[in-house]
């Protein structure tokens, strides 16, 4: 409880402090280059965001992009660091390219670009059925994610994410967010990216695309939900004791519930900013390790990058 209510009183200083007059300060167009390693050859696509203050592609980064291979996806790294080459060759086998963009806009500018760069590529074929969208901000995955897939292409959705949350409203996440066939071959999809301003501020971008996507594609028409639904959160917060400083709709469930929805739901990631900003106490840094240690995630992964500038 004492955690959540530090975590609340550091969010009030935090805004209280932060530099309002560049907020809503946008571009249009940013500089970029593309190296392209091979044609896009498989039905599923994928766009990695990344950042790196140090320019360094990180073992944790790598693992999760080898499961997605092992899914079968092409992945293009949409980064907003300068790599050098040793750090290029790292994942060189792993992609089909490499965007690098100037550091503006988020995660949603290097989506953004990349989309408009392999737009006609991507409509031209017809195979591709399924794009995901993700970044750089996540550990894992702790579970086989084709599990995951296989629930969520049952329920044929359109488009979901991981998770969804009900943190100032019910949104989807967008650190990994998963488009269809449908989607994919509407107009509607590629004029939310065309449209998509490059925001300097962070908040803008959570408050114009993070928190409308869900509701801007299901007033389209378009089905969509997250693996860990708002339903699933709800009977996990009513198994949990009582906790009236942490109403549902005040908290990331990524971050304030990472240790039920792991071990009750089968969550497969861990947000880098629950320790990054050192969010947990040193038992529960003890019991996350120990977690990870059970399910066989190596965890000097995580601790290396944690050891980095971010």
């Given at each position: 409880m004492f955690q959540s209510i530090l975590?609340?009183?550091?969010?009030?200083?935090?805004?209280?402090?932060?530099?309002?007059?560049?907020?809503?300060?946008?571009?249009v167009a940013v500089n970029f280059q593309f190296e392209k390693f091979?044609?896009?050859?498989?039905?599923?696509?994928?766009?990695m965001a990344h950042y790196s203050s140090e320019g360094k592609i990180h073992d944790y980064l790598l693992f999760y992009m080898r499961a997605l291979r092992e899914l079968g996806f092409d992945i293009v790294l949409s980064t907003s660091s300068g790599l050098e080459e040793f750090e290029k060759k790292k994942i060189k086998d792993l992609t089909i390219g490499i965007l690098t963009q100037e550091n503006y806009g988020w995660d949603f500018g290097l989506w953004k670009t990349t989309f408009q760069l392999l737009k006609d590529e991507i409509r031209k074929d017809?195979?591709?059925?399924?794009?995901?969208?993700?970044?750089?901000?996540?550990?894992?995955?702790?579970?086989?994610?084709?599990?995951?897939?296989?629930?969520?292409e049952k329920d044929e959705m359109d488009f979901w994410g991981m998770n969804e949350s009900l943190e100032g409203r019910k949104h989807l996440q967008s650190y990994f967010l998963v488009f269809g066939k449908a989607v994919i071959d509407s107009d509607f999809f590629w004029n939310f990216w065309n449209d998509l301003k490059y925001y300097y501020d962070k908040r803008a971008v959570i408050e114009n695309y993070e928190m409308n996507l869900l509701d801007l594609f299901l007033q389209e028409g378009f089905s969509g939900a997250g693996y860990l639904s708002s339903d699933?959160?709800?009977?996990?917060?009513?198994?949990l004791p009582k906790d009236p400083s942490r109403p549902i709709n005040e908290i990331n469930p990524t971050l304030q519930m990472w240790e039920p929805i792991v071990r009750l739901c089968g969550f497969p990631f861990i947000k880098g900013e629950l320790l990054r900003k050192k969010m947990l106490s040193k038992e529960k840094e003890n019991d996350l390790k120990k977690l990870m240690e059970s399910i066989g995630y190596p965890f000097h992964m995580m601790e290396s990058h944690l050891r980095s500038k971010r």
């Open positions: 975590l609340k009183i550091k969010k009030i200083v935090k805004s209280a402090l932060m530099d309002n007059s560049r907020r809503y300060e946008s571009k091979s044609e896009i050859s498989s039905n599923k696509l994928c766009l017809s195979k591709i059925d399924r794009i995901l969208v993700a970044n750089d901000s996540v550990y894992g995955p702790l579970y086989d994610l084709k599990q995951i897939f296989s629930e969520m699933k959160l709800l009977k996990v917060v009513s198994s």
